[in-house]
């Protein structure tokens, strides 16, 4: 029904843009406080699982993103968080990783592919209604790059789907001279080295609390490619 739904109102641009407006202001705004509301209630939970399902994989991993920023800057998740972000080489992707998720009780809920996942890919799984987002990265020399996914300036993510065929693709690149053990929430966990080049790179000041900080408008170290897009899948 969601997706008929969906597919009707993409074929009235005006209509959907309307639909959206009211569902951001709404539904959107409540299941934000309620994936909030999770979890605080849950991540120190799903942390935990996180780390014997890495353990059992056996890759190397670290945290990144906005659990890299809570834990060195606040030595805790940040307090509007509503996820969990770790990074993992792309080349050490491979089908054990969401068996092994699935054994310690996630649920994957969606993916993004470049060219079926051998260009890029990200992937989140959901346990206790806290998700995993796994970032995968490449190492070019003394840069680390990862990608991310967004839809078209002025356009909707399904509008941007339909007139592209995906998302745009969004290359975000950081300073790389390896990794460090760092203990956050009693488990040492990897963090890059220069950790601080790392989080500046993509926040700035990050030191600083900024509530209006916008990833996509306000990190610098990102541009846009141009002949790629990222196939958009939810389960």
């Known amino acids: 029904m969601k997706q008929y739904v969906k597919k009707f109102l993409l074929r009235y ?18 299941k934000q406080h309620k994936a909030n509301k999770d979890f605080q209630a ?31 800057r606040e ?36 993916s993004f592919l470049v060219d079926d996942g051998v260009f890029a890919r990200e992937e989140t799984y959901e346990y206790a209604g806290v998700g995993v987002d796994i970032f995968y990265f490449k190492v070019l020399q003394d840069k680390l790059i990862g990608y991310g996914f967004r839809a078209k300036d002025g356009l909707s993510p399904a509008h941007t789907i339909q007139k592209y065929g995906g ?7 950081f300073p790389y001279s390896g990794f460090t053990e760092y203990e956050f929430k ?5 963090i890059p080295k220069d950790f601080d080049a790392h989080l500046s790179a993509f926040y700035g000041n990050w030191r600083e609390k900024n509530t209006n900080w916008n990833p996509y408008t306000m990190a610098q170290n990102v541009v846009y490619l141009e002949n790629k897009v990222a196939k958009y899948y939810e389960y």
């Open 186 to 190: 009693n488990f040492n966990v990897n």
């Open 42 to 72: 849950n991540a120190n939970e799903v942390f935990g699982k996180l780390l014997q399902v890495m353990q059992e994989l056996d890759l190397v991993w670290w945290i990144e993103y906005g659990t890299l920023l809570g834990a060195v």
């Open 167 to 173: 998302l745009m693709v969004r290359e975000i690149t």
């Open 75 to 110: 030595n805790d998740f940040l307090s509007h968080d509503v996820d969990i972000d770790i990074g993992i080489f792309l080349d050490t992707y491979s089908v054990d990783i969401e068996q092994i998720f699935i054994k310690y009780g996630f649920k994957k809920t969606r």
């Open 13 to 30: 641009p005006r209509v959907y843009d309307v639909v959206l407006q009211v569902y951001k202001q709404t539904w959107w705004r409540y």
